[in-house]
């Protein structure tokens, strides 16, 4: 799968599972790390938990397997490094006091919508 097909299955699995405030950020002119950063807040702990692994389960059918996952034991911070896209699953005290999407603001926003088109 290319990147952008993985941003979009993490997506669509995440808005299925009624992950909250969904926001994909391209990066890959302004680092190596990744080219797709996709963050998303859950309810609970429980939520994260179930949303991180709902995004692990549907890109393992396809074939794609995170090269490493870390924050299962909390919860309130989970990421999935498929390499070329990081998913940050975030409890939403967590994802407030990191402010990802502020460090990263330079790069380029996807609109979550465009995403989901034809789910």
Known sequence: MSPIEIVKQAVKTLDNKKGED????RIN?????AD???FCTGTSSTHVKTLAEEVEFELGQQGVNPQRSEGFGDASWIILDYASVLVHVFYPDTR??????????DGEEIAVETLLEGK
């Open 36 to 38: 797709y950063f996709v």
């Open 29 to 33: 002119d302004l680092s190596i790390l």
């Open 96 to 105: 407030k006091f990191y402010d990802l999407e502020r460090l990263w603001q």
């Open 22 to 25: 969904i926001k994909v950020i």
